[in-house]
């Protein structure tokens, strides 16, 4: 059974940084990406940063050059460094993987497996 477990959310003033992680336990195959999405109150849940075999990356508008997406393929560890966080950053933050390996940021119904979400809240 494929279980994506997050960690690392929490709250911080705007200008602060968090490192989110997203551990996968009971995934066989070496192909397949990765990537974290967000859900605001009241929003439509959005894609973030996306990951490749190779790290290749690909990010949002709203979080380039703020946030770095990144995995440890010896730890089945996906990460999401967050820095210089907004207010408007605020938001439940899942991981989710994909079978198809070559998605890089694609839709949220492209992904087979949801981590349970960690609440990142950015006070200003």
């Known amino acids: 059974q494929v279980q994506l477990v997050e960690s690392g959310g929490g709250s911080v003033q705007a200008g602060g940084s968090l490192r989110l992680s997203c551990q996968v336990f009971?995934?066989?195959?070496?192909?397949?990406?990765m990537a974290w999405f967000r859900q605001a109150p009241g929003k439509e849940r959005e894609g973030v940063a996306g990951?490749?075999?190779?790290?290749?990356?690909r990010y949002a508008d709203s979080v380039k050059g703020r946030f770095t997406i990144s995995k440890d393929n010896a730890k089945n560890t996906l990460y999401l460094q967050m820095n210089s966080l907004k207010p408007e950053d605020t938001a439940m933050y899942y991981c989710?993987?994909?079978?198809?390996?070559?998605?890089?940021?694609?839709?949220?119904?492209?992904?087979?497996?949801w981590g349970q979400g960690t609440q990142v809240t950015v006070s200003s």
């Open positions: 990951i490749i075999s190779g790290g290749v990356t």
């Open positions: 009971g995934y066989a195959y070496s192909d397949y990406s």
């Open positions: 989710a993987l994909t079978y198809r390996w070559y998605l890089l940021l694609g839709n949220e119904d492209e992904y087979n497996y």
